[in-house]
């Protein structure tokens, strides 16, 4: 989290300033990804490329949506962005969240050297909507002027893949009972991938673990499961089980 964006906007607007740290340039990095949106051309661009993508796209038997909705809902929500963004750029933004603060790390693996520990910024935005489900729904279903249709469409990374802490943190989400169940009426999170990405070496990645069930105790045990799953290479993690993703076609952008 950026304790003042005005503070650190020079700082973090130049990501090769040697001054900042490996998760700062990260942040720097969202920061300029994002807030390069409220560039007019740039922004007419993405549009008409996420339109275009959206109709080239096989949409899932379960997301129950005409390519129509689709795209509507896809306009709707980058102008709703837009505007945020229109917004927060001329004010003092220390609501703009990208990482959570992580606590310290243990003493024994800091002084490892090229250590970090973070959430990565999907798990971010997915706990988010977790936590405020309802108020997002409504809120959405507002926006859209939908009745036809309770489903609304969570895109997430475009075409990126998910490392593979995040997929398999996702396919909890998207089971029976969880966050993004596409049975249920609601939110559906799609990528239009179906790859994943390797485990991050030398990097603490904290979970998010609201998405799993709505009953906590739940979700709680799911998020002990997969850790312990990963721990041991257990073989009920699909990522394993998937074409392995080599560095050079690795454009992960989940980080
Ligand atoms: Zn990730």
Redesign the pocket.
């Known amino acids: 989290m950026l304790k003042s964006f005005n503070e650190d906007k020079e700082l973090l607007l130049s990501p090769k300033n040697k001054k900042l740290t490996h998760v700062n340039k990260r942040t720097s990095r969202h920061i300029q990804k994002t807030f390069r949106l409220l560039d007019e051309n740039y922004f007419q661009t993405i549009i008409s490329k996420g339109r275009e993508e959206i109709k080239k796209n096989d949409i899932p038997d379960k997301c129950r949506i005409s390519i129509d909705d689709l795209c509507l809902q896809f306009e709707k929500y980058m102008n709703t962005v837009f505007c945020a963004l229109s917004m927060l750029s001329s004010k003092d933004i220390s609501c703009f969240v990208i990482h959570i603060p992580t606590p310290s790390l243990p003493q024994d693996v800091a002084v490892k050297q090229g250590v970090t520990a973070t959430r990565?910024?999907?798990?971010n935005i997915i706990d988010y909507i977790a936590t405020n489900k309802d108020e997002i729904l409504m809120k959405s279903i507002d926006l859209l002027s939908t009745n036809s249709s309770q489903i609304i469409i969570i895109p997430i990374e475009g075409r990126f893949i998910?490392?593979?802490?995040?997929?398999e943190q996702e396919l909890l989400d998207k089971s029976p009972g969880g966050i993004f169940d596409p049975n249920k009426e609601g939110l559906i999170l799609f990528r239009s991938t179906k790859r994943a990405?390797k485990f991050?070496a030398n990097e603490i990645?904290y979970i998010s673990h609201a998405g799993f069930s709505s009953d906590e105790t739940q979700s709680k045990a799911l998020a002990m499961k997969l850790l312990s799953d990963i721990k041991i290479s257990s073989e009920h993690l699909s990522v394993l089980k998937m074409p392995l993703n080599t560095d050079t076609s690795f454009n992960?952008d989940?980080?």
């Open positions: 990565h910024a999907e798990r998910p490392c593979g802490f995040c997929y990405g991050y990645q992960s989940s980080e």
